[in-house]
């Protein structure tokens, strides 16, 4: 039984040009939805694959035994990627950035305002910084910041200060008592447009494991690790890591302000890199339809031309 649905499936393997022989890295191993589809493509190449999840990893090494052996996983986050392959060289990468369903789904992982569990958060489990200490022991001023950046809440400071009192009393242990203490900061007409927890929960998972620090990091070191014609392909879910992405590509892709609009632009002075995508793909009705996760999501690619 398929544990995970990936979302953009068909269009990031097509995109990301896969050649028999190739080395592909997915940054996003999850639970090998990418990464099954990349190693039926591959004869002679090889497959590496990242993620900081144990029990992602444990089910995806069972399920990419059945199509091959020429594969790699390292039980570590995308952001030691260049760490992990050197000098290697790759023929493509991809970034998944959607938080596994499993993940989701667990009663015990803390990532659902849905379901009641411990405030918990970490995708990797030997982490030491977990959602409860964030809530328990960051001051009123941390807390707000990290919603307004990392949330866009514009409730921010309401429900940090609400978090404040009510811990003074008695410590936020379960997502079902943050959820309570959200809910009581939103007016009524707004909670209808959508869940009220829906931008602390993803403020706090950001900021439990580093997301948006560790994901630039990585993008920007899987364009060093590309061969000439090589792919990255980066799938995001929200304008945060979308940003991000459209910032370090645009950056690549562009040609330098002192020399642009040339009639005969030096080739030493021209981007190493183009935009495959100028605007994102983003899932089709027919996906968002048998997937809701899936609506808010964006892909982008770029290759290395020289």
């Known amino acids: 039984?398929?544990?995970?649905?990936?979302?953009?499936?068909?269009?990031?393997?097509d995109y990301l040009n896969i050649r028999e022989d190739g080395t592909y890295i997915d940054a996003t191993l999850g639970y090998a939805g990418h990464s099954g589809e990349i190693l039926k493509q591959l004869n002679?190449?090889?497959?590496?694959?990242?993620?900081?999840?144990?029990?992602?990893?444990?089910?995806?090494?069972?399920?990419?035994?059945?199509?091959g052996d020429n594969f790699k996983i390292y039980n570590t986050g995308f952001i030691n990627i260049k760490e992990v392959m050197e000098d290697k060289k790759v023929d493509g990468v991809l970034f998944d950035l959607g938080v596994s369903s499993p993940e989701i789904d667990e009663d015990n992982r803390g990532f659902s305002y849905m379901k009641n569990s411990k405030l918990d958060m970490r995708m990797d489990q030997n982490s030491k910084l977990t959602a409860y200490e964030i809530v328990n022991t960051y001051t009123k001023e941390a807390l707000t910041n990290i919603f307004r950046k990392y949330g866009e809440?514009?409730?921010?400071?309401?429900?940090?200060?609400?978090?404040?009192?009510?811990?003074?009393?008695?410590?936020?242990?379960?997502?079902?008592?943050?959820?309570?203490?959200?809910?009581k900061c939103y007016p009524y007409k707004e909670k209808r447009l959508t869940h009220p927890a829906k931008k602390v929960f993803q403020a706090l998972r950001i900021e439990v494991n580093n997301e948006l620090n560790e994901f630039e990091k990585a993008l920007k070191d899987s364009l060093e690790l590309l061969n000439i014609g090589g792919r990255v392909v980066v799938i995001t879910f929200h304008s945060l890591e979308d940003r991000i992405c459209k910032n370090i590509f645009k950056q690549a892709s562009e040609v330098n302000e002192v020399v642009k609009g040339m009639p005969d632009i030096p080739l030493n002075l021209l981007p190493n890199f183009k935009l495959i995508t100028k605007k994102p793909i983003i899932p089709r009705d027919e996906e968002i339809r048998r997937n809701s996760r899936s609506k808010s999501a964006k892909m982008r690619v770029i290759e290395r031309i020289k």
């Open 1 to 13: 039984m398929e544990k995970h649905t990936s979302v953009l499936l068909k269009e990031a393997i």
């Open 153 to 183: 809440e514009k409730h921010a400071l309401k429900i940090a200060e609400k978090i404040e009192k009510q811990r003074n009393i008695k410590k936020i242990e379960t997502t079902y008592e943050l959820v309570d203490i959200i809910d």
């Open 44 to 67: 002679k190449g090889t497959l590496i694959a990242f993620d900081k999840d144990i029990d992602a990893v444990n089910y995806s090494r069972t399920k990419l035994s059945k199509i």
